[in-house]
């Protein structure tokens, strides 16, 4: 029997990744916490495969009176756990950045 492939490409991961982290509690958005004048830097998702495995890092703005290390955690999670689960790859690292508190 023959194994199937899958390809994937980056914009589905990336899109995977931030709708994972948009169901974690406690979040205000994927994307960053400044000003829109200071955006240039970059998309708050940013994904590396190598070697079968993803590299994440994702930016996200908490609510005002969460835990930010079990923000930071449950993103970890989510992200780790649909990576796996629905594309079938390994995970690498899962950086998360909290770039703002607010509404």
Do not use: K
């Amino acid at each position: 029997m023959s194994r199937q492939a899958l390809a994937v490409s980056h914009p589905v991961v990336r899109e995977l990744v931030r709708l994972a982290a948009a169901e974690v509690p406690g979040l205000v958005r994927v994307g960053f916490g400044r000003p829109p004048w200071r955006r240039f830097i970059g998309a708050p998702v940013r994904i590396r495969i190598r070697d079968g495995a993803v590299d994440v890092r994702i930016v996200v703005v908490a609510r005002p009176g969460a835990s930010l290390r079990t923000l930071s955690s449950d993103v970890r999670g989510a992200v780790a756990a649909a990576v796996q689960r629905l594309l079938g790859m390994e995970i690498g690292t899962v950086t998360v950045v909290v770039d703002g508190v607010g509404s």
